[in-house]
């Protein structure tokens, strides 16, 4: 395992030539530390698999450099990198045993006897593929297939990094679940460097320490699940992870005041402090926390009408307007249809971004 960095990556499809605007990547400076595990999450076509590309040696980087255990690699393939990479489709020799397919790596670098033999039955042990292991790869199902590339990627000891491309898109819901919950005890175990690609907020959130969250070739957010849950940089990475998503309310602010759908509240001193430049402003709120009451609180609180009640397990969503605008709230309150509410704004929760960015509150 080793540390991944890159310096001021960017990368364009079309050459140094591409308008920047246009660029696949936008320059961005990340650091992957060893034996972490991390996810690059967004929607199609944002960049992710681009990224994950330059990193794995696929792709060289119209700009900026990649650096693996301290050392450049950017001019180097993907084998002198010395990755492994997963992809969506696995990539197995159909007309081998499982067993060869796991070996393949190993005997291809000169390793030979009973070294290969170890280290096959001790993936295979990991990944519950001990029994099948005489099988030939052609007749397995896609769950199977997907962990013998897996396991093709973890045999070799000496690996820098595993890299996943959404390994799990065309497997089962069911058993992508299993193969999820597999991939984070052998991570845990094994402790190597570990890079998820993925458009599933519930993969990207469950399997990495850090989530580096992205947005048409730009790095909008990175940090833990419970930082971009909680306090979004952006206001895309506050709709993009949760469900339902955050509520991105636009307002107009001025004297230290917010005005939502002609209804004013009071900002907090610091928040009003800094909320004084000229812009587009939004208020975000967590449907998690937006508590609906029949009586109006001591806090900032605004005024909706509840329009429709889904009863989900232990708690129910409820769907409230405001104006023309429709915020989500969850909650275990028994609500009445077609009845206003107070919707509380409560300090350590709600956000205020302008032009999409959060804005941080003065000091």
Known sequence: M????????????????????????????????????????????CGKTTLLGIISGLLRPTRGSVWIGGRDVTALGPRER???QVFQFPVLYDTMTVYDNLAFPLRNRGVRGPEVRKRVEHIAGLLDLSSELTRKA?????????RISLGRGLVRKDVAAILLD?????????????????????????????????????EALTLADQVVVMREGHVLQRG?????????????????????????LPCSIEAGEATVANQRIKLPGPLAAATQA?????????????????????APALQVTVRRVAELGGFNVATAELGEHV?????????????????????????????????????
């Open 2 to 45: 080793a540390q991944i960095e890159l310096r001021g990556v960017a990368h364009a499809y079309g050459g140094a030539t591409t308008p920047e605007t246009n660029f696949a990547v936008q320059p961005v400076d990340l650091v992957w530390k060893a034996g972490g595990a991390y996810a690059l999450l967004g929607p199609s076509g």
């Open 82 to 84: 010395n990755v492994a």
């Open 138 to 146: 052609s007749g397995l199902g896609g769950d199977l297939k997907q």
């Open 166 to 202: 959404e390994p799990l898109t065309v497997i089962d819901p069911h058993l992508r679940w299993q193969l999820r919950r597999k991939l984070m005890e052998i991570h845990a175990e094994l402790k190597v460097t570990l890079i998820y690609v993925t458009h599933d907020q519930l």
């Open 224 to 248: 833990t699940p419970q930082a971009l849950f909680e306090r979004p940089e952006h206001t895309f990475v506050g709709h993009f992870i949760g469900s339902p998503g955050m509520n991105i």
């Open 278 to 298: 000229p812009g587009t402003y939004q208020i975000g709120l967590r449907p998690e926390f937006s508590q609906l009451t029949a009586e109006r609180p001591n």
């Open 327 to 363: 915020i989500y709230a969850k909650t275990r309150n028994v609500l009445k249809l077609d009845t206003e509410y107070w919707l509380e704004l409560p300090e350590a929760h709600t956000h205020v971004y302008r032009e999409g960015q959060i804005v941080e509150a003065s000091p």
